[in-house]
């Protein structure tokens, strides 16, 4: 059976920006420092290791990933993964709900 080939769009940031410009009717230079500074604060906030929650969006926060033992594909050799942290974004009930929404019967 063949694999169902779908098109996947993905808005970049300068799409976001205009968006953005667009729907708060500021320029785009003042959009884009808005979008650049929520970005910061976030990313600010994480790597002090605090957890970022959007009411109704969703909360951003870090989890720590533990050393383990993987395979190089190429060789098949043993390797030590260290240990890491990695971002986290966890989606809120508002935002479920709007990209799942329920079908009245």
């Known amino acids: 059976m063949r694999a169902l080939i779908t098109k996947e769009v993905v808005m970049k940031k300068g ?3 205009a968006e953005f410009a667009k729907r708060t009717e500021l320029s785009a230079a003042a959009a884009n420092g808005a ?24 909360t951003f926060s870090v989890a ?19 240990a890491s942290k990695t971002p986290k974004f966890s989606a809120g009930a508002t935002l479920k709900s709007a990209v799942n929404p329920t079908k009245k019967k």
């Open 15 to 17: 799409e976001l920006i």
């Open 35 to 58: 979008v650049n500074t929520l970005i910061a604060i976030i990313t600010e906030r994480l790597k002090k290791g605090d957890t970022v929650g959007i009411t109704g969006f969703g």
């Open 64 to 82: 720590k990933r533990a050393a383990r033992k993987g395979r190089n594909p190429a060789t098949g050799e043993a390797i030590k993964i260290a």
